[in-house]
Nanobody, 121 residues
């Protein structure tokens, strides 16, 4: 059984920083692409950042230069460092990871439960 769990959310003032973590556990052979998504109240879920197995990264225009995605393969964990936070970054942040359980299985994608980020003074 594979689980993906986010942590690190909270309340922060505008201009502040947070670091989110996405930890995968269970029967894992390899982890391919990891995405961070977010969903604000009344809005559709949007892709924020992506990191490949070779650590190539892409970002939504709205977070470029402020957010940094990274991963530690040994710890089966990805991170989202968020700096210069704005009120419009307020959302539930989700991790979406592509995981293979053994050498012969196909990759499957797993969502975490989300972590709330609130940017407010």
């Amino acid at each position: 059984q594979v689980q993906v769990v986010e942590s690190g959310g909270g309340l922060v003032q505008p201009g502040g920083s947070l670091r989110l973590s996405c930890a995968a556990s269970g029967r894992i052979f390899s982890i391919n692409v990891i995405d961070w998504y977010r969903q604000a109240p009344g809005k559709q879920r949007e892709l924020v950042a992506t990191i490949t197995s070779r650590s190539a990264t892409t970002y939504a225009d709205s977070v470029k230069g402020r957010f940094t995605i990274s991963r530690d393969n040994a710890k089966k964990t990805a991170y989202l460092q968020m700096n210069s936070l704005k009120p419009e970054d307020t959302a539930v942040y989700y991790c979406y990871a592509e995981i293979k359980g053994d050498s012969i299985s196909s990759y499957r994608r797993y969502w975490g439960q989300g972590t709330q980020v609130t940017v407010s003074s």
